[in-house]
DNA sequence: GAATTTACCTGACTTTAGTCAGAAATATTT
DNA sequence: AAATATTTCTGACTAAAGTCAGGTAAATTC
C-alpha cells in the first residue's frame, strides 16, 4: 500500500483532482461560464489566431464562434481577419480584455500562492511539484532557439553558474571562466537552445562560433528536478544539429570529471577526448566530436 | 521564474490538468457521461446510502434521485429501503454493475501504472507525488482507531521496523524487542490509531496498556513524505486524549536519541526524562508524562 | 478559370448538468 | 394524535456544452 505504485499514484490523482475543483474556481470565480472563461485566458496567453484556440482548446467551431461572438459583445475582444490569409481571423484584447485577463491572472496566482502558503516548508512541496510537473509534461517539452540575453536564458545561465560553484572543489567565478559573448551563440556564429516546458525554462545548451576551425558546446544545464529523464542527450543532438546546419564540421567541449553523468554522456554520444585546448582553470577533460 | 513559488505551482497546475483530462478519460472512457459514472463509483467504493453519496459529490437529491433510475434501468444497481429508517434508501452493485465498476477501475489503474511506466526513474516520481499528494490533502487527514492486525496498521509497523534497522547503528530486530502484543493495543486496554489521507495510511501509534500503573506509547511513525507537517504532534495529542478516555492517569515511552527530532517534540509536548523502566535492549531514552 | 479545399459562421438540434417547487412516505417532536 | 421535519421522488424548468448540416468567402489545386 505504501509501496506500490498504482495505488500512490491513484492517491495523487485523487489529491490533485479534489483539489483542481479549485482550480475551475479560479476560471469560475468571475461569474463566466467555463467556455468563455477559457478562451479570453487562451487569448490573453498570446494564441490570437482562432484555430489555434480551437486546436488548444478542442472545441467545435461553431462553439468557439459562438463563444467569440459573446466576449465581443462583452466588449472584451475585438475580432479581425488575418492580413495574409482573408479566411482566417485573429482575436486581441480590448483594454477591458486585457483587464479581464488580469483578473484571472490575479485570481490564479493567489490560488498558487495560498496552496504554497498552507505548507511548513515551501520549498519540500515546490521541488515534488515540479518534479511532477516535468514528469507528467515531459512530452510537451520544446527546445526553443532563443538570444543567450533572453531573461529566460539567464535564468538558466545563473543557475548553471551557481551549481559549478557549488560543485568544483575551487568554487566557480564565471569572470575568471573565458565567459562566450552573446553575438558568438547567436545567429550565423552559434546559437542557444532552451528546453521550455509549460512555460518554465528546464535546460539549456550554448554553441558558441570560433574563428579557430571548431564550434564549441557550452553551458550544458539541466534542471536538477528534470534529471534523468534524457533531456540532456536530447539537446546535446539538438545543439549537434544546429552545428550542423551553420556548416561546422567540428565540435569541442570541456567539462569538470566531477561532472562524471555528463561525462559517461559525451562518451556515449560519440565524443572523443582530447588534449587541453584552452586556458581556462575550471575544466580538466576535453572532448570533440567531427560531424 | 525557476525559484519563484507562484510560477511553479501554477506550472504544474497545468501540467496536471491537461494530464487530468486522462483522468477524466477513465471516468469517461466507458460512453457513460460523467455523473452516472461518478455515482457508480461511488457504490462500488462502498458509499450504499443515497443520502450520503449525496453528500460525498455534492448532487441535487433530484439529479441523484434521476442518475440512479439510469443505472437501475442500465442493470447495474438495485435500490431498496433501509431496513432502519424507511425513507433512507440504499444502493447495492448488481452482478453487471459489479463488473462495469471493475472495469472503471482497470482504467484507472492502468492509467496510473501508465504515468508510472513511462519515466525513467519511478521511485523519484512516486515520491515527489506522495509529498504533493500529503500537502494537497492534509486537511483531509483523518485519525481512526484500528486493530493492530490491521492490515494498514502492519504496513505501517513493517516501515516503522525497517526505518529503524535503518537508522540505528546496531540494527534493529523486531524479535529482540518486546513487541507489544495485539491485545494491549486493542480496546478496552489500549488502542492503535492510523492517519489515513486519500486512502493511504501515513502514519501510526500504538496505546498499549501494561498491568504496571501506567501505559505505554509505542510505534510512533510518520511516512517520511508526510514528515514536517506537525502530523507527529496531533497524533501524540490524540492517543493522549484517548488514554485519558480509557482512564489512564501516566504514560511512558522509550525512544533513541539518534531520533532527535522525536526526542525534540517529547520534550515541547510536556513529557519529562525518567530513568529506563525497562530493558528493552534499543531504546537508550525514556519519558513520562502524567495526565 | 473551374473545381476543390479551407476557415469560419449560422441555425437547428441534442445531451448533460443543475435548480426548484411540491408530493408522498416515514420519522420525530410536541 | 397532531404538527413538524426528513428523505426521496417527480415534473417542469434553465444554462451550458457540444454536435451537425449547410452556407459563404477566400485560397489552392487542377
Redesign the pocket.
Given at each position: 500500500m505504501l509501496s506500490d505504485p498504482i495505488a500512490r499514484t491513484r492517491r495523487f490523482h485523487r489529491a490533485v483532482t479534489t483539489e483542481a475543483g479549485v482550480l475551475d474556481a479560479s476560471f469560475l470565480g468571475r461569474g463566466r461560464?467555463?467556455?468563455?472563461a477559457r478562451v479570453l485566458n487562451a487569448i490573453g496567453r498570446g494564441i490570437s489566431?482562432?484555430?489555434e484556440i480551437?486546436a488548444y482548446l478542442r472545441?467545435?467551431?461553431?462553439?468557439?464562434?459562438?463563444l467569440?461572438?459573446g466576449l465581443e459583445e462583452e466588449g472584451l475582444v475585438t475580432?479581425e481577419s488575418s492580413e495574409t490569409?482573408?479566411?482566417?481571423?485573429s482575436v486581441a484584447l480590448t483594454e477591458a480584455g486585457a483587464a479581464e485577463f488580469a483578473a484571472y491572472e490575479a485570481l490564479s496566482d493567489k490560488q498558487a500562492a495560498d496552496i504554497v502558503a498552507r505548507h511548513p516548508h515551501p520549498e519540500v512541496l515546490l521541488q515534488a511539484m515540479d518534479i511532477v510537473a516535468t514528469a507528467l509534461g515531459f512530452e510537451r517539452t520544446t527546445i526553443e532557439i532563443v538570444s543567450p540575453l533572453d531573461p529566460r536564458a539567464i535564468v538558466c545561465l545563473e543557475a548553471y553558474y551557481a551549481e559549478l560553484a557549488r560543485r568544483l572543489k575551487s568554487g566557480f567565478d564565471v569572470n575568471l571562466s573565458a565567459d562566450p559573448e552573446a553575438r558568438d551563440m547567436e545567429h550565423p556564429r552559434g546559437a542557444f537552445l532552451l528546453a521550455m516546458q509549460d512555460g518554465m525554462p528546464i535546460g539549456c545548451i550554448g554553441l558558441k562560433g570560433t574563428d579557430k576551425g571548431y564550434a564549441e558546446l557550452k553551458r550544458l544545464w539541466i534542471a536538477p528536478t528534470a534529471r534523468g529523464m534524457g533531456l540532456a542527450q536530447r539537446m546535446m543532438r539538438e545543439a549537434e544539429a544546429k552545428a550542423r546546419d551553420l556548416g561546422i564540421a567540428c565540435l569541442r567541449l570541456d567539462t569538470n570529471s566531477v561532472l562524471s553523468d555528463a561525462v559517461a554522456m559525451y562518451h556515449k554520444l560519440g565524443w572523443s577526448e582530447i588534449e587541453r585546448f584552452n586556458e581556462d582553470p575550471y575544466p580538466d577533460l576535453f572532448f570533440e566530436k567531427r560531424l
Open positions: 461560464p467555463l467556455g468563455p489566431d482562432i484555430g480551437r472545441l467545435d467551431s461553431g462553439l468557439m464562434s459562438r467569440l461572438r475580432v490569409d482573408a479566411r482566417r481571423r
